[in-house]
């Protein structure tokens, strides 16, 4: 998974603070992808961006979550008041093209396991 | 509402035999479909893919075949080998829409020496 850098690898919260997540696309994509990965589940879409835009978040939770990707920097996914059934792995994924464009494949960052006490 | 669906939670396959891994949808939108392959605490890495304009695509020991009708494809590996072992996870998207791709649950592959 060269390519796509999340950090922190693993982050543990308290019920209540807030979790910020971090993904540095590969070099060249300018798509970025947050899914979150429940205990034997597959990975759930979360939300879609650009340079500065949100494509799609239809899998964004309404309350307590957001993600942004600036012109410069890596995207942020954030998680306020954070509470247990937060507790995931939340994978970054990042492509060259995207939406109508010819299908490329997404590339997977190692993710950032949350752990919320 | 599991538009892509593994049935298949684990299967083991001896050395050198043959894996097969099946995946179903539901959504006739969907026209790319993919295969990844995930080990323990990294992130899925990918595999092989193959568009709906096409019934079977292949790369070296990987195969996955299309069967638009009956709404199913399955990853072949030839010949299976015991680095092979990983969750496997089929996934699909719809290129009229954001590119999101929509995961099965994944299949557990144990190659057996």
């Known amino acids: 998974n060269a390519g796509v850098m999340q950090n922190p690898r693993h982050l543990v919260r308290r019920r209540g603070q807030e979790a910020r997540l971090r993904c540095s696309p590969m070099?060249?994509?300018?798509?970025v992808y947050w899914y979150r990965q429940l205990p034997e589940e597959g990975l759930k879409f979360m939300v879609y961006?650009?340079?500065?835009?949100?494509?799609?978040e239809s899998g964004m939770p309404k309350e307590r979550f957001s993600a942004e990707f600036p012109k410069e920097g890596p995207s942020i996914l954030r998680i306020q008041q954070v509470v247990r059934g937060d507790s995931a792995a939340y994978f970054c994924?990042?492509?060259?093209?995207?939406?109508?464009?010819?299908?490329?494949?997404?590339?997977f960052g190692d993710g950032t396991r949350l752990s919320i006490l | 509402d599991q538009q892509v669906k593994q049935n298949s939670p684990s299967l083991s396959v001896q050395e050198g035999r043959i894996s097969i891994l099946n995946c179903d949808y539901t959504n006739s939108m969907f026209d790319y479909f993919l295969w990844y392959k995930k080990y323990p605490a990294e992130g899925p890495t990918f595999l092989i893919s193959i568009s709906s304009i096409k019934d079977k695509n292949e790369d070296g020991r990987f195969t996955v075949f299309l069967n638009k009708s009956a709404k199913h494809l399955s990853l072949h590996i030839v010949p299976s080998q015991p680095g092979d072992s990983a969750v496997y996870f089929c996934a699909a998207s719809a290129t009229s829409g954001t590119y999101k791709y929509i995961f099965g649950t994944g299949t557990r592959l144990k190659v057996l020496a």
């Open positions: 961006l650009q340079k500065e835009n949100i494509i799609d």
């Open positions: 070099k060249g994509h300018s798509h």
């Open positions: 994924a990042s492509s060259l093209k995207g939406g109508r464009a010819l299908a490329q494949p997404q590339h």
